[in-house]
């Protein structure tokens, strides 16, 4: 397992703790080993939606998206982030995306209902 694997398991452990800042921490330590994890970006995403910081949040879940446009929690996270500021246009957009990416899903196609 890589380092930065390695770094993104504390976080996902901190995360589960809810200690978001300290999970931030460590998202950052992998991310500043290896930038091309979206994973990171996403997870590091989440912890700044928890922390109702969007804009942080959004530029992280933006940066997983253009590092791996089929992830699809991050699409998911970004639409939902996206709904909760009213963006309702734009959340189409990467729902429609979402739905490409995984047809089989009914949450994703209720989401594009909503």
Known sequence: MSKWELIKQKGNQEFRKKNYLAAIGLYTEGIDIDPSQDTLYNNRGLCYMNLNKLDLAKKD??????????????????????????????????????????NNDASIKKDLED
């Open 61 to 102: 879940l933006l940066k997983a998206i253009e590092l791996n446009p089929q992830n699809i929690k991050a699409l998911r996270r970004f639409s939902s982030l996206l709904i909760s500021e009213g963006e309702l246009m734009e959340a189409e957009i990467y729902i429609k995306r979402s739905i490409t990416i995984d």
